[in-house]
T-cell receptor
Framework: KQEVTQIPAALSVPEGENLVLNCSFT??????LQWFRQDPGKGLTSLLL?????REQTSGRLNASLDKSSGRSTLYIAASQPGDSATYLC?????????????FGTGTRLTIIP | ETGVTQTPRHLVMGMTNKKSLKCEQH?????MYWYKQSAKKPLELMFV???????ENNSVPSRFSPECPNSSHLFLHLHTLQPEDSALYLC????????????FGPGTRLTVL
């Protein structure tokens, strides 16, 4: 059974700092990994999707890496801003008990301090 | 965010009530999903529909009944729920049942009294 872990559960950093969020997964047989953002009481917004054959993806100030063999991914946020405050969720897409599905972590709640 | 809409946004119901959650996607996608998000737990996949056909039911209790009349609309019918069913219910869609990005709606915050 695939399990996705995100540590820490919460993180506070001053505005302007660079930061890294971590994600680990137990089964490396995945098709892709996605990072999502969730604002309080709202749905999820996809930030980056990394296919299993890729090592990283970049979008603006965000960079996500994937090391499939070690079951790890990181989301790097450069020059953090208060608007980056949200919960960041990592999810892997793969086969779990015969079904293909997204398996989510519990998220890291990020607070950027102005 | 407006690609997938959900109504109502908030719902409070008693354990004997019957209600329905609605999801609509305007993206021309073929696959739609229901997820449950409870406090301090990962999102749980509940149901998957592909071209209006249910392809997956992750051991969800029968008090939750999905319906997909066409590939743009998805319903979740609720009856005789329990307080532990209180959660944020999220709908998502994707182009196909494969490795495509899933697009999520804003969710329905459900409280069962």
């Amino acid at each position: 059974k695939q399990e996705v872990t995100q540590i820490p559960a919460a993180l506070s950093v001053p505005e302007g700092e660079n930061l890294v969020l971590n994600c680990s997964f137990t089964d490396s047989a995945i098709y892709n990994l996605q990072w999502f953002r969730q604002d309080p009481g709202k749905g999820l917004t996809s930030l980056l999707l990394i296919q299993s054959s890729q090592r990283e993806q970049t979008s603006g100030r965000l960079n996500a890496s994937l090391d499939k063999s070690s079951g790890r991914s990181t989301l790097y946020i450069a020059a953090s801003q208060p608007g980056d405050s949200a919960t960041y969720l990592c999810a892997v897409f793969g086969r779990d008990f015969g079904n293909e599905k997204l398996t989510f972590g519990t998220g890291t709640r990020l607070t950027i301090i102005p | 965010e407006t690609g997938v809409t959900q109504t109502p946004r908030h719902l409070v119901m008693g354990m004997t009530n019957k209600k329905s959650l609605k999801c609509e996607q305007h993206l021309g996608h073929n696959a739609m999903y229901w997820y449950k998000q409870s406090a301090k737990k990962p999102l749980e996949l509940m149901f998957v529909y592909n071209f209006k056909e249910q392809t997956e039911n992750n051991s969800v209790p029968s008090r939750f009944s999905p319906e997909c009349p066409n590939s743009s609309h998805l319903f979740l019918h609720l009856h005789t729920l329990q307080p532990e069913d209180s959660a944020l219910y999220l709908c998502a869609s994707s182009q196909d049942l494969s490795t495509d990005t899933q697009y999520f709606g804003p969710g329905t915050r459900l409280t069962v009294l």
